[in-house]
């Protein structure tokens, strides 16, 4: 069945430091992939995607390159804020099995100032 | 983009009574789902509620467990039966963007639920 790896966190940075957060999949089809993020109290939303591979997804300043090779889906930075401060979920969506979503576990990143 | 809110944001509740948890979209979809986030866990699908039908659960999930209804396609409910402390979670309703909604999902604030 599909399933996302995440590198264990917690993560905790300086401001202005380089975020990297590994995420490598599996799945039976030929997946989205997404990053989502948590802030405390709050509800996911999503950070950014990619549809398909060497797709790059962007936003907010982080990005994510779908690497069909690898089966990853890394997550990066090049310069963390306090404000950024939050739960990481990568992701995939798989049609081979009805479109619904695999979270990994989560990386929890605390950026200090 | 579909904006969701849930209601109520956060319950206590007894051992063995039940709570309903609703659901509501701003716009019509016809896929949506309902997780559970157990603190510091990841996100696990108990179910797919499509409008029209009964919802397809997952495995270790049941509908006697947890009752779903889908009278439209902007509202949904999630039961928690004969609730046990085990069923303390965060639960949210997510609604999936896309073909069939099959892409990006939209989730709602969530419910915080503490069993006693």
């Known amino acids: 069945g599909d399933s996302v790896t995440q590198m264990e966190g917690p993560v905790t940075l300086s401001e202005e430091a380089f975020l990297t957060i590994n995420c490598t999949y599996t799945?039976?089809?030929?997946?989205?992939l997404f990053w989502y993020v948590q802030y405390p109290g709050e509800g996911l939303q999503l950070l950014l995607k990619?549809?398909?591979?060497?797709d790059k997804g962007s936003n907010k300043g982080f990005e994510a390159t779908y690497r069909k090779e690898t089966t990853s889906f890394h997550l990066e930075k090049g310069s963390v804020q306090v404000s950024d401060s939050a739960v990481y979920f990568c992701?995939?969506?798989?049609?081979?099995?009805?479109?619904?979503?695999?979270f990994g576990d989560g990386t929890t990143l605390t950026v200090k100032p | 983009s579909a904006v969701i809110s849930q209601k109520p944001s956060r319950d206590i509740c007894q051992r063995g009574t039940s709570l309903t948890i609703q659901c509501q979209v701003d716009s019509q979809v016809t896929m949506m789902f309902w997780y559970r986030q157990q603190p510091g866990q990841s996100l696990t699908l108990i179910a797919t509620a499509n409008q029209g039908s009964e919802a397809t659960y997952e495995s270790g999930f049941v509908i006697d467990k947890f009752p779903i209804s889908r009278p439209n396609l902007t509202f949904s409910t999630l039961t928690v039966s004969n609730m046990s402390p085990e069923d303390s979670s965060i639960y949210l309703c997510?609604?999936?963007?896309?073909?069939?909604?099959?892409?990006?999902?939209?989730f709602g604030p969530g419910t915080r639920l503490t069993v006693l």
């Open positions: 990619a549809t398909k591979a060497d």
């Open positions: 997510s609604v999936g963007a896309g073909t069939f909604g099959t892409d990006t999902q939209y």
């Open positions: 799945a039976t089809g030929y997946p989205s």
């Open positions: 992701a995939l969506s798989d049609p081979g099995n009805a479109g619904k979503s695999t």
